[in-house]
């Protein structure tokens, strides 16, 4: 009975495709708001992920690319607000500098984030630049009248260009549903397999 258990829980797990693409969630943390006005404070932040399909997979060469389209589902504060992909519309960029063929968080990481709805927007942006920034209202964001900043190329004082406070990435995959499927009757067919022999004994 041990020896079918463990024959059957191999062939499952040989099932699972090794090399199939993971969808990949990125968390973000952003600093603290530097210039603000109406509501936002500078305790405000822009915290939020986002899950994108399949790890970058099609996405070639450096600097920003369009991953909209891979974007399965996001949601972003600002600590008065919270845009998701059910009550607003994303725009996703990544871009890498070289290195590893597919982008990590960190300094080598750039990115162009930006939701918004009719009632408000968020955006956070590293290429070159970097901020944080947020709005409370309708129209293009940073030209309603309550917005939160944190750094860019206007706004800052000197010396703050390019030495604000960026936020931080981090990641991890989700493995696909057919994996997680192989596994769990791998796992469910093993406790089987030893509790009718427990029941045997």
Excluded at 12 to 19: D, F, G, R, W, Y
Excluded at 98 to 126: C, K, M, R, Y
Excluded at 146 to 152: A, K, M, P, R, V
Excluded at 169 to 176: D, F, G, K, M
Aim: with cysteine; glycine share 12%.
């Amino acid at each position: 009975m041990k020896f079918r258990t463990w024959t059957v829980l191999s062939f499952l797990v040989a099932l699972v495709p090794s090399a199939a693409p993971a969808n990949t969630i990125y968390t973000y943390e952003g600093g603290t708001f530097f210039t603000v006005r109406g509501v936002y404070t500078t305790q405000d932040r822009i915290t939020g992920s986002f899950e994108l399909a399949d790890s970058f997979v099609g996405i070639v060469g450096t600097g920003l690319q369009n991953v909209t389209a891979g974007v399965v589902r996001y949601s972003f504060t600002d600590d008065h607000q919270t845009l998701t992909d059910a009550n607003s519309t994303g725009f996703f960029e990544l871009a890498w500098r070289g290195g590893p063929v597919l982008p990590v968080p960190g300094e080598n990481f750039d990115w162009n984030v930006a939701v918004a709805s009719a009632t408000g927007a968020i955006q956070s942006f590293h290429f070159q630049d970097r901020f944080d920034r947020a709005q409370l209202g309708p129209g293009p964001l940073l030209e309603a009248s309550d917005f939160g900043l944190n750094c860019s190329s206007f706004g800052c004082p000197s010396g703050r260009l390019e030495g604000g406070e960026i936020g931080t990435w981090t990641a991890h995959t989700v493995p696909e549903p057919a994996t997680l499927v192989l596994l769990s009757a791998a796992l469910l067919g093993l406790g089987a397999g030893l509790s009718r022999r427990r029941d045997d004994a």
